[in-house]
């Protein structure tokens, strides 16, 4: 145990010598390499209960129009979405510039997603006044694509 801060004590007089971190030139980091970059898997479980039952959970948004405040509210919204593929990864262009792709989930597969009802109305805590619709999603997608964004 000693020695752990003895070798923090030698390391801070390196750190303050080199500077701190400092930014890559352009050359420097298009030599950096990912491999396929990162990928990410999404399990979002949103409003849901264990034994299937619903409350009164609501989304709110509300908005100002000719000094009238009106509310529109989402009623118990919620389900499973499961994305696989979306994927971060460095990229070079024929061209030579280099840019980062974001790609779109390869597989999606949503479960009770959705919500009971939709409604605008002036109290966002009030009654359900006006059911503008409900949407229950179930099944599986697949996407292809990529955005590419160039930063300046």
Known sequence: MMKMPAAFGLLLPLAALAGGPKPLPDSELATVRGADGISFAVDLN???????TTGDSRLVIGQKVDERMTYIVVRNPGGRIQMLGLNISPQTSADGTN????????????????FDSISVQADPHGAVSGNLGRISLNGEMTMQGQLRLWSH
């Open 46 to 52: 949103l409003n849901r209960q264990p034994d299937n």
């Open 99 to 114: 840019y980062v792709a974001l790609t779109l989930p390869g597989y999606t597969r949503f479960t009770d997603t959705g």
